[in-house]
């Protein structure tokens, strides 16, 4: 490694927050460690002395996207405040009870029809995140609104590496009729720049990967160091092991932890890369979900640990992750679900294929709670990561048979840096505006905001 190339830590400095680890074409971040309050020595004075200096953690903001709405009355909650009851379907988050609001009562007004007839699918996806009505077209002359996630991007983008981080299991197509005369651009995005431009999720890990470590011009470089199953960590190992020296026994231990888990996260990649290489033609006629790996949780997984592994190492404050475009019909044999979810969907009170709806809602759900937990299980500063992230789970259609709009179900995790009491129900009134919410998480994120889509102020009740 050249003498450019090696980051220069003077031994009685603290840290910055923007410490990172140079290697050959890699850069990678570092996690918040107790050295980035304070010089070594005098850090562990001020620790002995029973006082904390730990500068405030930044506030993460993610956006979780699941498909085709629910089946309601399975999901519903029952009871108020702290003492509510989880309905059959909402069990699934039981682990992680204590870091969630279930939030009733909230509508997406801009993806009723009101006026514009079918298409209640692309509508979905195109006003989730925006509240904004789409223009109902299949040409080119698309038209919605900026999403809440680049309008928190725009203002404090700035700070990090990366403004924000799209992510998608499925993949879609940027033109076409994807849904009753709505352009597949609705139905493929939930993250907008503008009213004309969609920004493209990612659906392969391994890209999202590369994309973390190093430039863009170095891509085909890595991705050939990928598949000689070379590791990121050990073009940096010379710096990490400089830091090392300079760090006290618990900074060490939380570069160890980290390490480790960017090396799991690779294996995992890589494995995954390969399985790809060596997968079967699907069937003429069946469009195969994009990305890797084969089974459907393990990709969703992967996906839910780059956006921590972004978080964590600070990248990113801004993300959004769209599990399954609206319509989809992927089947989910890994639980015994043969049939397409959008043909389910419409189950016209069957009571077979409504429990296999409920199934299905209580997967997306569990993947949403491993994902809370594992934010839960990483520590930062005095607390966790996820004390200090909003990350929000819901879908644009509340009952999937009826294909209403009213009394969404959402759920949000985090406590903001201490902002938002968990562990409740938030019922608020019918009617009330998904956009409120937004107001009250980008105020908390810091942004500058008046007002955002159709919202008519920010959410009562929210913030402790």
């Excluded at 890699?26 to 996690?31: N, Q």
């Excluded at 994902?371 to 996820?386: K, N, S």
Aim: with cysteine; hydrophobic share 40%.
């Amino acid at each position: 490694m050249s003498q450019d190339n090696k980051t220069r830590i003077p031994r009685t400095a603290p840290l910055s927050r923007r410490t990172v680890l140079r290697g050959i074409g890699v850069t990678m971040a570092l996690p918040w460690l107790e050295a980035m309050a304070g010089g070594g020595k005098a850090l562990a004075s001020v620790a002995s002395a029973g006082l904390r200096t730990a500068p405030a953690a930044p506030v993460r903001m993610a956006f979780v996207f699941a498909p085709n709405g629910v089946n309601y009355p399975a999901w519903a909650p029952s009871g108020a405040g702290k003492a509510y009851e989880f309905s059959r379907t909402l069990e699934a988050l039981a682990p992680v009870r204590e870091h969630v609001n279930v939030i009733t009562g909230l509508t997406l007004d801009k993806a009723r029809a009101n006026g514009d007839g079918p298409g209640d699918h692309a509508r979905s996806s195109a006003s989730f995140l925006t509240g904004a009505q789409a223009r109902k077209t299949a040409g080119n002359d698309i038209n919605l609104g900026i999403s809440v996630d680049q309008f928190a991007a725009g203002q404090i983008g700035r700070a990090t590496r990366l403004p924000s981080l799209e992510l998608g299991c499925e993949a879609g197509r940027p033109t076409g009729n994807c849904d009753s005369g709505y352009s597949c651009a609705y139905s493929s995005n939930i993250s907008w720049a503008d009213e004309t431009t969609p920004v493209p999720k990612s659906v392969n890990p391994a890209q999202v990967f590369e994309r973390l470590f190093g430039n863009a011009a170095d891509a085909g470089q890595r991705a050939a160091q990928l598949r000689r199953r070379a590791s990121v960590l050990d073009h940096v190992l010379e710096d990490s092991r400089r830091l090392e020296r300079r760090l006290g026994a618990g900074d060490r231990r939380k570069l160890d932890a980290f390490q480790t888990s960017v090396r799991e996260i690779e294996r995992r990649v890589q494995n995954a890369r390969d399985e790809g290489d060596d997968a079967p033609m699907p069937p003429e006629g069946f469009d195969a979900p994009a990305g890797v790996p084969r089974k459907f949780s393990e990709h969703i997984d992967l996906m839910f640990d780059m956006m921590l592994l972004a978080f964590r190492m600070d990248l990113t404050r801004v993300s959004s992750f769209a599990m399954a475009n609206d319509g989809s019909n992927r089947t989910l044999p890994e639980i015994g679900i043969r049939e397409g979810h959008h043909h389910l969907s419409h189950h016209q009170n069957n009571a077979d294929m409504i429990e296999k709806i409920r199934i299905i809602d209580r997967f997306y759900l569990e993947r949403y709670a491993a994902f809370v937990d594992r934010l839960a299980a990483t520590p930062e500063g005095d607390g966790t990561l996820l004390d200090n992230c909003m990350v929000l789970y819901g879908c644009g259609i509340s009952d999937g048979n009826r294909h209403n709009h009213e009394d969404l179900p959402i759920v949000l995790a985090g406590r903001a840096g201490g902002a938002i009491d968990t562990g409740r129900l938030i019922a608020t009134p019918r009617e009330t505006p998904l956009c409120n919410l937004y107001v009250s998480m980008l105020e908390r994120s810091g942004c500058d905001v008046a007002s955002f889509g159709d919202s008519t102020g920010n959410l009562r009740g929210f913030l402790a």
